[in-house]
């Protein structure tokens, strides 16, 4: 059970803080209701005997926050070739309310699409993954969420340079027909 203030994480949708708990009468059924202030003023009713079967948790703590950016800061895991299976994959992570799946699913999403580019779903995927990081970031590090999108952005941009950019830089065409040395001359005239 939750209390008023609380911070908790509420799968799919981010974290927040409970602003209160009311009875509320929805379809002739009175039910207790977790009233869950999220970021930009958006109010979740989340059923407080479903709450645990849902996955809504306690927020991480500072430690936690950092493996987060640990995660942000690794390779990309191996993802599905096929854009429909991936995408499922992708939204598994998501509702399992892990937020180092949640973590994996924004770095790797980052990757394709400063690679590749990504599909209207999977950007606006990477999108709403992005800000169910950021919202639980937020409140755990007591920092803006403009801080914490910034910190999220130029963590992704390093990894992504420490092990993608050779990925995406292609050797030059001229090169592969007419072997240079270092000193930039041709070994062959």
Not at 10 to 36: R, T, V
Not at 141 to 152: F, I, K, M, P, T
Request: aromatic share 8%; no cysteine; net charge negative.
């Amino acid at each position: 059970m939750f209390n008023v203030g609380d911070k908790i994480v509420y799968p799919m949708y981010g974290a927040g803080i409970i602003d209160s708990i009311e009875e509320k009468n929805i379809l002739g059924e009175k039910q207790s209701y977790y009233i869950l202030k999220m970021p930009g003023e958006v109010k979740v009713m989340i059923p407080t005997q479903k709450a645990e079967e849902v996955g809504v948790r306690n927020i991480i703590d500072q430690e936690s926050a950092q493996k987060v950016f640990t995660v942000l800061g690794q390779n990309e895991t191996d993802m599905e070739k096929n854009w429909n299976k991936r995408y499922r994959d992708n939204m598994e992570k998501m509702k399992s309310g892990d937020i180092y799946e949640v973590a994996d699913v924004v770095r790797n999403l980052s990757f394709k699409q400063k690679e590749k580019g990504l599909s209207t779903g999977e950007k606006k995927m990477l999108n709403n993954a992005k800000q169910i990081l950021v919202s639980e970031l937020v409140l755990t590090g007591h920092a803006s969420q403009n801080e914490v999108e910034e910190l999220v952005d130029n963590k992704i941009n390093t990894s992504f340079n420490l092990f993608k950019t050779e990925d995406v830089i292609k050797p030059s065409i001229v090169k592969k027909f007419i072997p240079f040395d270092e000193t930039g001359t041709s070994e062959n005239l």
